[in-house]
């Protein structure tokens, strides 16, 4: 089996990548490879069967090979609420690559894909008298604003979009290998020949495609330094995912959606706020057998609750020795793990400020209901650092000027919520790793974008980088 193309992962890095390849030369030969399910088969048992642990290696649950949620055809961001944000304020490091004004326009052109396969064409407007005066309320307590347009997919219809976009990629000759993992890249006289996969299969390509989301950044990284790539080590962020009412939140999510604010803490850290879900659920997903916190939001207002979640993130960076963020973060997570007996510890915001664990009857005399049935009530300060959950309550504080109501007690935490990025491999400009020609990393797992958005335009870089070669 040969190809001219093989990516590996299935995410917007590798669908965006091989919708512009076979857009622009249909004759290409391209192979997708990830090791999660089509979209139509990526079906949690968690959600869909209601059970407490995550039957990560239960057979026929739908767990195996990989988390339905995380991996598949998609991506991590199939089932997020499927937020896109045109804008080159956040979302990634490829402007450290590329001019604003190009990174713009690779977001555009994904955004352009979205709305030919049935993406909303509301976009919200940041620049209003009344984001002003949001932005003016959190200027005074020392939160930025970070302004985007936002085009908010909601999760079902995220799923119908992705599922267009595969069914096209199949009619314009894109080949697919779906719950088969990479296990190593074939490279000779410093150049990629192809890919092996954990089966043993030798398939053999002019040019590979690495897209393997965070999920798999550890497994880059260790299979890329085997072949003497270089790294910058990245940080990772940990942090709570947060519930409140809709009410406390109405006026940001009326005018902003996602309210995107950066805080510098008391402790030297840097706090953002993350994946806004109006009207959303509290969920869980499974990175690599550790249970974290996420959330999402349907388009459909009819599928909606009366919460709104958002996760409150604390970037850690670390200098040498310590070379391993994500293993850290992972730790962190784990102890939540088995605190919670496999599941998420939820905590009122309350007895947290009071230094006391949230019990099942405190939680029901809240005022907030939780939507994530399946959190157990607990104590965060167990299982975070300190300077971590230092940070957290500081953000919340300052956050309360801006949203009046988010500091008292009944706000609901959950946790953990932790962000991986890969350490970032040595890349020229167009994503071409350095030292092995003909092989590109890209996205979230490359350490190189955090988001739909950058994700999908990294993958557009690299496939324009692909199709001059044979210009």
């Given at each position: 089996?040969?190809?001219?193309?093989?990516?590996?992962?299935?995410?917007?890095?590798?669908?965006?990548?091989?919708?512009?390849?076979?857009?622009?030369?249909?004759?290409?030969?391209?192979?997708?490879?990830?090791?999660?399910?089509?979209?139509?088969?990526?079906?949690?048992?968690?959600?869909?069967?209601?059970?407490?642990?995550?039957?990560?290696?239960?057979?026929?649950?739908?767990?195996?090979?990989?988390?339905?949620?995380?991996?598949?055809?998609?991506?991590?961001?199939?089932?997020?609420?499927?937020?896109?944000?045109?804008?080159?304020?956040?979302?990634?490091?490829?402007?450290?690559?590329?001019?604003?004004?190009?990174?713009?326009?690779?977001?555009?052109?994904?955004?352009?894909?979205?709305?030919?396969?049935g993406?909303?064409?509301?976009?919200?407007?940041?620049?209003?008298?009344?984001?002003?005066?949001?932005?003016?309320?959190?200027?005074?307590?020392?939160?930025?604003?970070?302004?985007?347009?936002?085009?908010?997919?909601?999760?079902?219809?995220?799923?119908?979009?992705?599922?267009?976009?595969?069914?096209?990629?199949?009619?314009?000759?894109?080949?697919?290998?779906?719950?088969?993992?990479?296990s190593?890249?074939?490279?000779?006289?410093?150049?990629?020949?192809?890919?092996?996969?954990?089966?043993?299969?030798?398939?053999?390509?002019?040019?590979?495609?690495?897209?393997?989301?965070?999920?798999?950044?550890t497994?880059?990284?260790?299979?890329?330094?085997?072949?003497?790539?270089?790294?910058?080590?990245?940080?990772?962020?940990?942090?709570?995912?947060?519930?409140t009412?809709?009410?406390?939140?109405?006026?940001?999510?009326?005018?902003?959606?996602?309210?995107?604010?950066?805080?510098?803490?008391?402790?030297?850290?840097?706090?953002?706020?993350?994946c806004?879900?109006?009207?959303?659920?509290?969920?869980?997903?499974?990175?690599?057998?550790?249970?974290?916190?996420?959330?999402?939001?349907?388009?459909?207002?009819?599928?909606?609750?009366?919460?709104?979640n958002?996760?409150?993130?604390?970037?850690?960076?670390?200098s040498?020795?310590?070379?391993?963020?994500?293993?850290?973060?992972?730790?962190v997570?784990?102890?939540?793990?088995?605190?919670?007996?496999?599941?998420?510890i939820?905590?009122?915001?309350?007895?947290?400020?009071?230094?006391?664990?949230?019990?099942?009857?405190?939680?029901?005399?809240?005022?907030?209901?939780?939507?994530?049935?399946?959190?157990?009530?607990?104590?965060?300060?167990?299982?975070?650092?300190?300077?971590?959950?230092?940070?957290?309550?500081?953000?919340?504080?300052?956050?309360?000027?801006?949203?009046?109501?988010?500091?008292?007690?009944?706000?609901?935490?959950?946790?953990?919520?932790?962000?991986?990025?890969?350490?970032?491999?040595?890349?020229?400009?167009?994503?071409?790793?350095?030292?092995?020609?003909?092989?590109?990393?890209?996205?979230?797992?490359a350490?190189?974008?955090?988001?739909?958005?950058?994700?999908?335009?990294?993958?557009?870089?690299?496939?324009?980088?692909?199709?001059?070669?044979?210009?």
């Open positions: 089996m040969e190809y001219d193309v093989i990516i590996v992962g299935a995410g917007p890095t590798g669908y965006m990548c091989a919708y512009r390849l076979l857009e622009q030369n249909k004759n290409l030969k391209v192979l997708l490879v990830d090791k999660g399910k089509d979209i139509k088969s990526r079906i949690c048992p968690l959600l869909s069967h209601k059970l407490l642990t995550c039957p990560k290696t239960v057979k026929g649950t739908g767990c195996l090979p990989s988390c339905s949620i995380t991996t598949g055809f998609g991506g991590a961001g199939a089932f997020s609420d499927g937020k896109f944000n045109i804008t080159s304020q956040f979302g990634g490091w490829l402007s450290d690559y590329i001019s604003e004004e190009q990174l713009l326009s690779l977001i555009k052109y994904c955004d352009d894909v979205n709305l030919k396969f993406a909303t064409k509301v976009l919200t407007d940041p620049y209003t008298d009344e984001v002003r005066k949001i932005e003016q309320t959190a200027i005074g307590v020392g939160l930025m604003l970070l302004r985007a347009k936002v085009r908010h997919l909601g999760t079902e219809e995220n799923v119908k979009i992705l599922s267009k976009i595969k069914d096209s990629l199949s009619e314009m000759g894109a080949d697919f290998i779906f719950e088969k993992a990479l190593d890249i074939i490279v000779e006289d410093s150049k990629v020949q192809g890919v092996v996969l954990e089966d043993g299969r030798e398939i053999k390509a002019r040019e590979v495609v690495l897209g393997l989301g965070r999920e798999g950044s497994f880059l990284e260790k299979m890329l330094r085997r072949h003497k790539v270089g790294f910058r080590n990245n940080q990772v962020d940990i942090g709570v995912r947060v519930e009412s809709n009410i406390v939140m109405q006026d940001i999510n009326k005018y902003l959606y996602e309210g995107k604010f950066v805080f510098n803490s008391h402790s030297g850290t840097q706090v953002r706020t993350f806004s879900n109006p009207s959303g659920h509290v969920v869980v997903e499974n990175d690599d057998g550790v249970i974290l916190a996420n959330g999402h939001s349907y388009n459909d207002p009819k599928l909606g609750s009366e919460n709104t958002f996760a409150l993130l604390v970037s850690h960076k670390f040498e020795p310590f070379t391993d963020p994500n293993q850290f973060a992972k730790d997570a784990s102890l939540a793990n088995r605190l919670s007996c496999g599941s998420v939820v905590q009122k915001y309350g007895d947290l400020k009071r230094g006391r664990r949230s019990t099942p009857k405190r939680i029901e005399q809240g005022f907030v209901r939780p939507t994530l049935k399946e959190a157990v009530p607990g104590d965060l300060g167990l299982c975070l650092p300190y300077k971590t959950l230092a940070s957290i309550i500081d953000m919340i504080e300052a956050l309360d000027h801006v949203t009046p109501g988010i500091a008292n007690e009944h706000t609901l935490l959950y946790g953990v919520e932790a962000k991986f990025y890969s350490a970032r491999p040595d890349t020229d400009m167009n994503l071409e790793v350095k030292g092995i020609s003909n092989l590109y990393c890209g996205g979230d797992g350490g190189i974008t955090r988001g739909l958005a950058q994700a999908g335009a990294s993958g557009v870089l690299i496939a324009d980088s692909i199709l001059s070669k044979g210009e």
